[in-house]
């Protein structure tokens, strides 16, 4: 089913809504058990990985495997065993009726018996000129990912809270120069962290400073930035009230932004799944990916707020569909005994 979808009526056993890492593995754990899910691919199909070249510490690809190409595979691979993708993102989910209704920004509706949410947190950008081009070509928002290509270059790091001063310790390891870009004067950043970060020999800071473009090219990588600064700090702010600024270019070999992520949860906000203040999903204590309400589990960087890599992401989808499908086993042996009860009771 790729054109649409036109099943209101029916009830699937699992519906799987995101087509990243996460939901792929979900996939393919869901289709082994014969629970035939319908995966919603949402408005990035193959989810974050698409948007990088190279994936280095995927296990099982000792020459490395490009992100597009890792996403092509795992969909194959879900769809041999007959899970289905439809394109769809979910607006608003009705969680307190069984089954579960979910509405799609084309319209459609869908219902489903078990529900999981694979999807992903969306990293922060920062709206420099040329990110899109370069994103995944030497600009990243994951140093645990990407540092490792970047021995020996000078690498930016932009932002000021514990993301970025993690960003920037993890980079220090192999880049020969770290600057940490930030538009105020005073970090944000917890005070260990902060103190690490100021401390470490190979950190530098451009105080009251922001990224305004992007140098390089998809073949090139990065290879330079501009960058703006003023005394009193947000100096994009200032360059668009024609303020003077301060405008400087240099030569950096990656730039990494730490600016934080947004968990794609909207459509949950006015249901009983617990969200924390950011949004993240919360799962139930324990190696569990059930969530608050039965039926509904989470999987990938959508409930991961630690760990964001692509392999934890597949592990936590394939920990999903293992909860749905034994919650759904329970579910029906329970509804044909409570069956057999009324059959006996009314004999
Ligand atoms: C540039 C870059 C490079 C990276 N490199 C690596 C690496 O080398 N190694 C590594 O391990 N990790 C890497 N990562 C991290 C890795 O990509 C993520 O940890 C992983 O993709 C998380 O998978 P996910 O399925 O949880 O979420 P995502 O990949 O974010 O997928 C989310 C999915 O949900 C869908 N969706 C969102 N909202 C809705 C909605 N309302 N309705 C329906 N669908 C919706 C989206 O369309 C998408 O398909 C990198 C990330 C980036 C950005």
Same mark, same amino acid.
């Given at each position: 089913?790729?054109?649409g979808?036109t099943e209101? $009526?029916t009830?699937?056993d699992?519906v799987?809504v #995101?087509?990243?890492?996460?939901?792929?593995?979900? @996939?393919?754990y869901?289709a !082994?058990?014969?629970?035939e899910?319908?995966?919603?691919?949402g408005p990035?199909? #193959?989810?974050?990985?698409t948007?990088?070249t190279d994936? $280095?510490?995927y296990?099982g690809f000792?020459?490395g495997?490009g992100?597009m190409d890792?996403? +092509?595979r =795992?969909r194959?691979?879900a769809e041999? %065993? =007959?899970a289905?993708?439809?394109?769809?993102?979910?607006e608003?989910a009705t969680?307190e009726?069984r089954?579960?209704?979910?509405?799609?920004?084309s319209?459609?509706?869908?219902r489903t018996r078990?529900?999981i949410v694979?999807?992903?947190a969306? &990293?922060?950008?920062?709206?420099? /000129?040329?990110?899109?081009?370069l994103m995944g070509y030497?600009?990243s928002t994951c140093a /645990?990912?990407?540092g490792a290509?970047?021995?020996g270059?000078?690498?930016l790091?932009?932002?000021g809270?514990?993301?970025?001063? $993690?960003?920037?310790? %993890?980079? @220090?390891?192999f880049?020969?120069?770290?600057?940490?870009?930030? !538009?105020r004067?005073e970090?944000r950043?917890s005070e260990?962290? /902060?103190?690490?970060a100021?401390e470490?020999?190979?950190i530098e800071?451009?105080?009251?400073?922001?990224?305004l473009?992007i140098?390089?090219s998809?073949e &090139?990588?990065?290879?330079g930035?501009?960058?703006?600064s003023?005394?009193d700090g947000r100096?994009?702010?200032?360059?668009d009230?024609d303020?003077?600024?301060?405008q400087?270019?240099? #030569?950096?070999g990656?730039?990494f932004?730490?600016?934080?992520?947004?968990?794609?949860?909207?459509?949950?906000?006015?249901?009983?799944?617990d969200l *924390?203040?950011d949004?993240?999903?919360?799962?139930?204590?324990?190696?569990?990916?059930? /969530?608050?309400?039965?039926?509904?589990?989470?999987?990938?960087d959508v409930? *991961?707020?630690?760990? !964001?890599? @692509?392999?934890?992401?597949?592990?936590?989808g394939?920990?999903? &569909?293992l909860?749905a499908?034994?919650?759904l086993?329970?579910?029906t042996? +329970?509804? $044909?005994?409570?069956?057999v009860?009324?059959?006996?009771a009314?004999d």
């Open positions: 089913m790729n054109e979808i209101s $009526e009830v699937r699992v799987i #995101g087509s990243g890492v996460a939901g792929l593995s979900a @996939a393919v869901a !082994r058990a014969d629970l899910p319908l995966v919603l691919e990035e199909p #193959g989810g974050q990985l948007l990088t994936v $280095e510490n296990l000792p020459e495997v992100g890792l996403i +092509q =795992g194959e691979q041999r %065993f =007959g289905e993708f439809t394109h769809g993102t979910v608003r969680l009726e089954p579960f209704e979910l509405d799609l920004s319209g459609d509706v869908l078990a529900l694979a999807t992903g969306s &990293a922060r950008w920062v709206g420099a /000129t040329n990110e899109d081009e030497g600009l /645990t990912c990407d290509f970047h021995r270059d000078d690498v790091v932009i932002g809270g514990d993301s970025a001063m $993690e960003e920037a310790l %993890f980079l @220090a390891k880049a020969d120069s770290v600057t940490v870009v930030h !538009r004067d970090l950043a260990v962290m /902060t103190r690490r100021l470490h020999d190979d800071f451009r105080w009251n400073t922001e990224l473009e140098h390089g998809q &090139a990588g990065v290879t930035a501009t960058l703006v003023h005394p100096p994009t702010e200032k360059l009230a303020l003077d600024v301060d400087v270019e240099i #030569g950096v990656g730039i932004y730490g600016v934080g992520h947004v968990p794609n949860t909207a459509f949950l906000e006015n249901t009983a799944v *924390d203040d949004g993240q999903l919360l799962t139930l204590e324990g190696m569990t990916t059930e /969530t608050a309400v039965e039926g509904v589990f989470g999987a990938g409930m *991961d707020p630690d760990y !964001r890599q @692509a392999v934890t992401a597949a592990g936590t394939s920990m999903a &569909a909860d499908e034994s919650w086993d329970e579910r042996s +329970q509804q $044909e005994v409570s069956v009860a009324d059959v006996s009314s």
